[in-house]
């Protein structure tokens, strides 16, 4: 990205999250009594939650130990907690407002307890166990099954098993047990491709790299090997050495570039939008990467990012497999997800391409997930229309 930009974007979230950390204090501190020495501890544990998750990120760059750990997952997992804790207050706010225009000038007790007393206990059980569920939810990963039919000729193909997983994000919160978890799943689907559209590694590549915190993706087997593209977060954390480290681990990175295989079909893979905000590329149009494609033959395309669908639709691609948007990762962000996106999760057809977007193996930011779950994507193609899509 370039500096201006990323000094926008940075300030932009700076400012939201300093607004958002200040009504949270703000309304602590009117349940807390004026005398009480609790006010000045609430203060700065709040400020501490509030700075530790983006200061630490900083620092891992230059050192990383088992402390900066603890402290980066501390922050992101109030980060999570604090999206609850802003939502439940601005419901009561909403309320209190509607019940002040109604003339009501006195509130009831809960159990003894003052009003606000009992909705700040409640506000705090519904956030702890919403951010222990959503935990739940991004470590435990289901496999999504979805067969299609493509009506071309595979060579002596009929059938065609692939497992996909976006945006696993390896770094310091999607670490080492976790991958060596996902790889022993996607093995068991003994699929015949494995594909990686986007995002693999974290924006942070110094705990990656330190750690060598992809080890495990050496282990991923399949009969044709691992194909992948890059995403956004290998341009924020530097695409050549993300690229390097990739391909050092078994990932055949596809820049751009189709590769036809066993000569019964392509894979196609685009570099991610942000190569313009990063660089001085430009990514290329489909029409050059598939310039000598044989369209006889099924083309599956890798794109992170799921703008502008019709693009595959239009040139011909049979499967498209996308990421990135993570279906908003925490409810209730997933409705602008699908307020962005054509599609923000899940399958869809566009005259004879299908399409299928994930909502990712891991997750960035907080390690919580509400709405979907952490998913590997099994598709099976068969070479005649959809059978349906299964969950497990």
């Known amino acids: 990205m370039k500096l201006m930009n990323f000094i926008i974007f940075f300030s932009i979230v700076i400012l939201f999250l300093t607004l ?6 703000s309304k602590g ?18 400020i501490f939650l509030a700075s530790s998750f983006l200061i630490v990120r900083i620092i891992e760059r ?3 130990s088992i402390l900066t750990d603890i402290l980066i997952w501390i922050g992101a997992f109030w980060l999570g907690i604090m999206v609850f804790i802003l939502l439940q207050l601005l419901l009561i706010d909403a309320f209190r407002l509607f019940f002040y225009l109604a003339g009501v000038k006195k509130y009831p007790s809960v159990f003894g307890m003052e009003l606000k007393i009992a909705l700040a206990i409640l506000i705090m059980i519904v ?3 919403a951010g222990i569920i ?5 470590r435990s990963t289901v496999i999504k099954k979805l067969e299609l039919e493509i009506n071309k000729n595979a060579g002596d193909l009929l059938h065609l098993n692939i497992a996909v997983a976006s945006d696993i994000h390896l770094g310091t919160l999607i670490n080492n047990s976790f991958l060596e978890k996902l790889v022993n799943k996607i093995n068991k689907l003994n699929a015949d491709i494995i594909l990686l559209p986007g995002d693999i590694i974290d924006e942070d590549l110094t705990p990656v790299i330190k750690k060598n915190l992809g080890e495990n993706l050496k282990n991923l087997k399949s009969k044709y090997g691992v194909y ?7 341009y924020i954390g530097g695409v050549i050495t993300a690229k390097e480290y990739l391909v050092d681990h078994g990932i055949n990175i596809l820049e751009d570039s189709a590769v036809l295989i066993d000569n019964s079909f392509y894979v196609a893979g685009r570099e991610d939008y942000s190569i313009s905000s990063f660089t001085n590329g430009k990514r290329k149009p489909l029409s050059e990467i598939l310039d000598s494609a044989d369209f006889s033959l099924p083309v599956i395309l890798l794109d992170h990012q799921p703008f502008h669908l019709e693009d595959a639709m239009n040139h011909g691609i049979d499967l498209q497999l996308s990421g990135h948007t993570h279906h908003g990762q925490i409810w209730p962000f997933n409705y602008i997800t699908e307020k962005i996106y054509e599609l923000s999760w899940g399958y869809k ?9 994930s909502c990712g193996a891991g997750g960035w930011g907080p390690p919580i997930r509400l709405g979907s779950r952490s998913e590997i994507v099994q598709i099976k193609l ?5 059978k349906g899509v299964q969950h497990e």
């Open 382 to 386: 068969s070479f005649n229309g959809i």
């Open 228 to 234: 992948a593209v890059t995403g956004n977060h290998e």
């Open 349 to 357: 057809q566009k005259g004879n391409t299908h399409y299928y977007v």
């Open 20 to 25: 958002v950390h200040f009504y949270i204090i």
């Open 134 to 138: 959503g935990l739940y939810f991004n």
């Open 29 to 46: 501190l009117q349940v807390i009594p004026a005398d009480s020495s609790f006010r000045v501890l609430f203060i700065f544990g709040v």
């Open 62 to 64: 230059f050192y990383s």
């Open 127 to 129: 956030s702890l166990s």
